[in-house]
């Protein structure tokens, strides 16, 4: 059974006691006995009121600090369900169209082989020229388009891997080949831009067919 703390304070006890004294001291012994009990009583009552503020005082302090510790939990809890999450944190920085470069630059080229919509054959031998007479740079502008394909597991990496091929390896493409050739056919849903080829219960994806192209591509372009 559980027992309030005020019941538990001893001043309680002490109290009814006085009472119970003074009581029993105007039945037995007289009015005069009394009223030095009564006198006796007010002076412990005294004391005892003082017991029971301090009481009192120290339960709202231990309440107060109950409270500051979950108000520090709660603020602890709110911080990590608001901190950033991982893929948002590797999450491309543009999305892309083969509207946004020249006809014949090379992403506009790899763009237009993954457009579902064009039913036209594009010949990427001019676009793998100009990245190469670009050298350095030419790769590192191929490398952010291969990662956006490769978070997005669309099919259409295989044109862009098929590029890389040609190219000088830099910091940049070796980085993100090497992610490319250790990864699975499937991955959570997240960051990338492309449609996926495969996607289902949470997940997007490559065929098997797909993935062991792409495995094949990137080892290639990596030397």
């Known amino acids: 059974m559980q027992i309030s703390e005020e019941i538990r304070n001893p001043a309680w006890w002490w109290l009814a006691a006085m009472l119970g004294g003074v009581i029993y001291v105007f039945v037995t012994l ?9 006198a006796v009583a007010v002076i412990a009552s005294l004391v005892m ?4 503020e301090e009481f009192e005082v120290r339960r709202l302090a231990k309440d107060s600090a109950t409270v500051a510790y979950f108000e520090y939990k709660a603020r602890s809890a709110s911080t990590v369900a608001t901190a950033t999450p991982r893929s ?16 014949d630059d090379a992403l506009g080229l790899i763009l237009q082989c993954i457009d579902p919509t064009n039913i036209r054959a594009v010949d990427l031998a001019p676009g793998i020229a100009q990245l190469q007479r670009e050298g350095p740079r030419g790769t590192d502008r191929l490398a952010p388009l291969l990662r956006d394909l490769y978070l ?7 044109y862009a891997l098929n590029v890389a091929t040609h190219l000088e390896r830099t910091a940049a493409l070796i980085d993100v080949l090497s992610r490319i050739a250790a990864s699975g056919p499937t991955t959570p849903s997240s960051a990338g831009t492309f449609p996926p080829e495969i996607s289902g219960d949470g997940r997007i994806g490559w065929t098997d067919a797909t993935h062991a192209r792409v495995i094949e591509l990137s080892r290639r372009a990596l030397g």
């Open 30 to 38: 007289g009015w005069l006995w009394g009223l030095g009990s009564i």
């Open 49 to 52: 009121a003082w017991g029971v």
């Open 88 to 103: 948002a944190a590797v999450a491309p920085a543009q999305t892309w169209s083969a509207s946004e470069f020249a006809p």
């Open 152 to 158: 997005s597991r669309s099919p259409g990496i295989v």
